[in-house]
């Protein structure tokens, strides 16, 4: 009865390779989002998707394209991965309008870039 | 736009004695704010949260928080905590017409027996 899960839980790979994570809610949310925490556990919106609709598109390297093949589904492709690119990656969901709704967090997919 | 500090990074504390972790936002309209907590290897977990009404707002855990406008300030406490407390703790807001959430850096807990 996972709210939002997120598949892997752990990623280590090469610099130059490709890959992708993939985050899924039971919640019936309209909004999911990705954040990146860093080594000093800093917190920063990356993407986010409402219904299907990119909506949030922070600064971030386009070697990373989210893709939300539906509302309950949002991953996270990766190109070229840089070793920088280690971090944890958390996906998020959340209902209605914006503002004041909480965003439930799934566990995290641990990526480290060798 | 807005924007959180969190004004301590670590905070010791020992089993069953209080403890209150501050956080000071700027924006310049109205906010809502929000303290989340990660346990070691988790995700984050809703804590608490303020919209609008009281200022004083109870969370799960035996946490509340104030909310002070004219200090623009949002402060945790617990009144005694527990070992099970130790984790990482991160104030955040938003505003009204906005998806996206500003978090600050973080306040280790840190309960020792």
């Known amino acids: 009865d996972t709210a939002v899960s997120q598949t892997p839980k752990y990623l280590v790979t090469q610099m130059g390779n490709d890959k992708s994570i993939k985050c899924e809610q039971n919640l019936g949310h309209d909004t999911m989002y990705w954040y990146k925490q860093d080594s000093k556990k800093f917190l920063k919106i990356m993407f986010s998707y409402n219904n299907k609709e990119l909506i949030i598109n922070e600064t971030v390297p386009n070697r990373f394209s989210p893709k939300s093949p539906d509302k309950a589904h949002l991953n996270l492709h990766i190109n070229s991965l840089e070793l920088g690119d280690s971090a944890v990656y958390f996906c998020?969901?959340?209902?209605?309008?914006?503002?004041?709704?909480?965003?439930?967090f799934g566990p995290g997919t641990r990526l480290l870039v060798l | 736009a807005q924007s959180v500090t969190q004004l301590d990074s670590q905070v010791p504390v020992f089993e069953e004695a209080p403890v209150e972790l501050r956080c000071n936002y700027s924006s310049s309209v109205s906010v809502y704010l929000f303290w989340y907590v990660q346990y070691p290897n988790q995700g984050l977990q809703l804590l608490l949260k303020y919209l609008s009404g009281s200022t004083l707002v109870k969370g799960i855990n035996g946490f509340e928080a104030e909310f002070n406008k004219s200090q623009t300030s949002f402060h945790l406490r617990k009144p005694s905590v527990h070992i099970s407390d130790t984790a990482e703790y991160f104030c955040a807001v938003t505003f009204s017409n906005d998806y996206k959430l500003s978090f600050g850096a973080g306040t280790t807990v840190t309960v020792r027996a």
């Open positions: 998020a969901s959340s209902q209605g309008t914006p503002g004041g709704r909480t965003q439930y």
